[in-house]
């Protein structure tokens, strides 16, 4: 069972596979009997995981093409050190058309992207945001 979001991180850890990919801040790895999901570990600050985790959340059953767009969240862990979404295998095709948020920062990124077991692009890193401000 996927812990609740903001379980004590043991929770998540009793679950935490192996380990197969690394980026500068989170590290992913596989979550046990669930094939679907894929679980960041945060290397230092939290602040990725809570991004999406809050963005996750905040779209869900919304109608705007973006709500579409972003990975699923599923869970956090208390500390936001864990995050469990839904996983998204590399993009095998081109990218060339995919529209993404402008308050996305790694929009521009191959690896901000992934691909579901139906085909569809979504966006699996969408950790750090560029928010901006209208001069006052």
């Not at 801040?25 to 679980?39: E, Q, S, T, W």
């Not at 990725?48 to 869900?60: H, I, K, R, T």
């Not at 705007?64 to 500390?79: C, F, Y």
Request: include cysteine.
């Amino acid at each position: 069972m996927i812990p609740a979001p903001e379980s004590s991180d043991v929770l998540f850890e009793e679950i935490r596979g192996e380990e197969f990919n690394k980026g500068m801040h989170r590290i992913a790895h596989h979550v046990k009997g669930f094939p679907d999901l894929v679980m960041k570990v945060s290397r230092d600050s939290t602040f990725a995981n809570w991004c999406e985790y809050l963005v996750s959340n905040s779209l869900q059953g919304r109608s705007e093409p973006v709500a579409g767009l972003v990975g699923k969240v599923r869970s956090i862990s208390e500390t936001g050190k864990y995050l469990i979404m839904e996983r998204l295998d590399d993009v095998s095709r081109s990218l060339s058309g995919i529209q993404y948020p402008v308050w996305l920062n790694d929009g521009f990124k191959r690896s901000a992207y992934g691909m579901t077991t139906s085909g569809d692009v979504k966006i699996r890193d969408y950790g750090d945001l560029r928010l901006k401000t209208d001069p006052v």
